[in-house]
């Protein structure tokens, strides 16, 4: 199993362009995440799912988008790029109820916007 | 509101022990999550707790106080390959703390 494989590595965005951050898990988990997380600090919920065709907001939603049409991908857009956006970007994936499951991180996507 | 509080840093000597608290004030809980975060790299996982008390893993035990919204992360016998992040995180709305950066030095 490759677990939770995310792409790109790195990525440099100039203002007010717009791209696809890929998540993928061959884990057949129900659940999966994406989280941002700024320099020295914590993990920040964006949105997440909970199985194909079903997604909800996190904390911090605004300025992106998911969509989730199969249990393996979970792609995350960003449509018009802001410097707020710079970040390293996380997707994780989980099995169980209710956020209550280990889960597992991809390596993270490095976000640069200039 | 929602509020998780740790130390932002801890240092300690190799063959120590440490204790990394957490404390939260949410306004929903079903349990508490530990993270490890190597600089550079995703977390991983290291513990659960949903009921009260101390739960042991080789090295690492954590503990929960539900009433006093209190967890801690203890390591015992502290090894270079210590030195990472660690993060609480509490369910049910997946709030992060900030993360507790511990350096082992020998």
């Known amino acids: 199993n490759a677990g939770v494989t995310q792409t790109p590595k790195f990525r440099i965005l100039k203002i007010g362009q717009s791209m696809t951050l890929q998540c993928a898990q061959d884990m057949n988990h129900n659940y999966m995440y994406w989280y941002r997380q700024d320099p020295g600090m914590g993990l920040k919920l964006i949105y997440y799912?909970?199985?194909?065709?079903?997604?909800d907001k996190g904390e911090v939603p605004n300025g992106y988008n998911v969509s989730r049409s199969t249990t393996e991908d979970f792609p995350l857009r960003l449509e018009l790029a802001a410097p707020s956006q710079t970040s390293v970007y996380f997707c994780a994936s989980s099995s169980g109820l209710a956020h209550q499951e280990t889960q597992y991180f991809g390596p993270g996507t490095r976000l640069l916007v200039l | 509101g929602q509020n998780i509080d740790q130390p932002t840093e801890m240092t300690a000597t190799e063959g120590a022990i440490v204790q990394i608290n957490c404390t939260y004030q949410?306004?929903?809980?079903?349990?508490l999550f530990w993270y490890q975060q190597h600089a550079g790299e995703a977390p991983t996982f290291l513990s659960y707790?949903?009921?009260?008390g101390l739960e042991e893993k080789g090295r690492f035990s954590s503990f929960l106080s539900r009433s006093k919204g209190y967890s801690y992360l203890l390591l015992k016998e502290l090894q270079m390959k210590d030195s990472a992040s660690y993060l609480c995180a509490v369910t049910d709305k997946l709030i992060f703390g900030t993360g507790t950066r511990l350096q082992v030095f020998p």
């Open positions: 799912s909970v199985g194909a065709g079903i997604t």
């Open positions: 707790n949903v009921l009260d």
């Open positions: 949410t306004s929903g809980f079903n349990g």
